[in-house]
């Protein structure tokens, strides 16, 4: 049986580099922004039998509700995967106005989107905290800091 400091690494081990928190909390949001775009989609559908028209003309059509809803859940699914690149933060927050818009179709989502945007800002001014906090700590203790 190891003890806890048998875990603990040694001066010269290779540490792999760890994934900024910053991106990995982000991008969670925008994968289940995804998820959430394409429930409220379900519920647009189970809703037609009951006469309700979501407030948008162009979604009128059940074709149009998925194609537009399953392009949303698409793009948010690809910016997950780009944050890590120039503008894919920009391009995630950008993304938010959209998904506050469904509320104009299904008017709780103004409600479920407003919570996943202040889950964004949360993602990112925490991750960006905690990415600080990492690395000032390498910096304190180089002799376990990740090899970049």
Known sequence: MSSKKDDR?????????????????????????????????????????TGYRPGLLVLDSTASLWVVSGVLAVVLIVLSRMLTRPGGFVAGSVAQVPVLATGLLLPMMFLVAGIFVVLWVMALRLGGRIDRERAAYDAEHPETAPNA
């Open 9 to 49: 690494p040694r001066p010269g081990d290779s540490i792999t580099p760890r994934k900024p928190a910053k991106v990995q909390f982000a991008s969670t949001v925008l994968q289940l922004e995804a998820f959430v775009v394409l429930f409220a989609a379900l519920a647009l559908y189970g809703l037609r039998d």
